[in-house]
């Protein structure tokens, strides 16, 4: 469908472009043509589009189960929190459907531990960062550093206050006796791809232990092996109280997670807090097959050396190109930082076939498939640079 109204709010900008096919790191729109993807969704099909080791679980689970209702024990549930909690430094895990959800559930949680643990009620502000994005609930958008998904929702909830991003001294300076947690990205996703300092993480990771804070890590975009470990934290060596995950955690499928240390048990007793489809049948079947893959394919530590060899070839093919300022990133989510605007450019891209997707206003953002093949990703590099070759010759 092209650019007339339709029965949808048009709160999406969307590319002139739909999809029929996908397989791999390849899809087809309505025309036949072929496109070599390179976004994955916005760091969603990590696997890839239709992977088998998914499809197959998947399909098993259709024809079995679907729904019904956290009243009753899931089995896929325990054992996608066991793999979670196996495999990370959190002990409890509570699902629900969406990233935005699972920020929802990280604040809840940090609040409810302070009012009904700890016992100091009056300790129930967040500290965020500026450029960070949480979500779109009410509580996620207060939560995020941007005013313009702020904009026409106020009365917004109180309780958060923003950091500059990188900058522990201004974060120490912030933090006051209402102060709970400190919510960050390792690396901010849709603020542009900006990696975390690691001597900005470590010390926000002691300041929360000095002053006895939460500390909340927003694995939304990063976790799931896109940066080259499981859970982009590991990088940094710190522990989070909290973390929280979506995007790629159901190759697809519409899963959310939020993930926490022991002591925030109780937090979350009985009828506190829920989701009717958080955690259901189909959804946990993806996210056990997806982590299964991960773990035995060793796609975190493929993520790490793609990852290298992109940010190499990117900086050997643009050096000199007048039209990029910085390529950064942290595995396979990568930005190239551009002095201008970068949407013309990705419509351009996407014309010849390779599909990426903007972070910010002037990057284009790359967040492939951890199993693409080394030819794809030679052939959608090319076309980038190609295009942004020729931008910067017809701008001289
Ligand atoms: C995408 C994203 C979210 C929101 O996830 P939704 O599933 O769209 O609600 C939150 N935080 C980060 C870091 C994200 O990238």
Known sequence: MGEAQNALFPNYGRYPLTFVKGEGSRLWDENGKEYLDLMCGLAVTNLGHAPKQVTERLKQQVDTLWH????FHIPNQDQLAQLLVDNSC???????????EANEAAIKIARRYFQKVVGQPERYEIITYHMSFHGRT????????????????????????????????????LISEKTCAIMLEMVQGEGGVNPADQAFVKRVAELCQQHGLLLIVDEIQTGMGRTG?????????????VF?????????????????????????SAGSHGSTFGGNYLSTAAGIATVETLLEEKLPERAAELGEYIVSELKAKLAGNPLVEQIRGLGLLIGIGLNQPSADL?????????????????????????????????RGLETVCTVLAQKAAATV
């Open 68 to 71: 019904t209702s956290n009243l």
């Open 138 to 173: 009410l509580a996620t958008l207060t939560a995020t550093g941007q005013d313009k998904v702020k904009e026409g929702f106020s009365p917004l909830p109180e309780g958060f206050i923003y950091a500059p991003y990188n900058d522990a001294e201004a974060t120490e300076k």
């Open 90 to 100: 959190a002990d409890a895990v509570f699902f629900c459907n969406s990233g935005a």
């Open 229 to 241: 470990k499981m859970f982009a934290y590991e990088h940094y060596g710190i522990e989070p109280d």
């Open 346 to 378: 990705i419509s351009t891209i996407h014309e010849q076939g390779v599909l990426v997707v903007s972070a910010g206003p002037n990057v284009i953002r790359l967040a492939p498939s951890l199993l693409i093949s080394k030819e794809e990703l030679d």
């Open 244 to 268: 929280t995950l979506a995007k790629g955690l159901g190759s697809g499928m519409p899963i959310g997670a939020m993930l926490g240390k022991e002591k925030l048990r109780q937090a979350f």
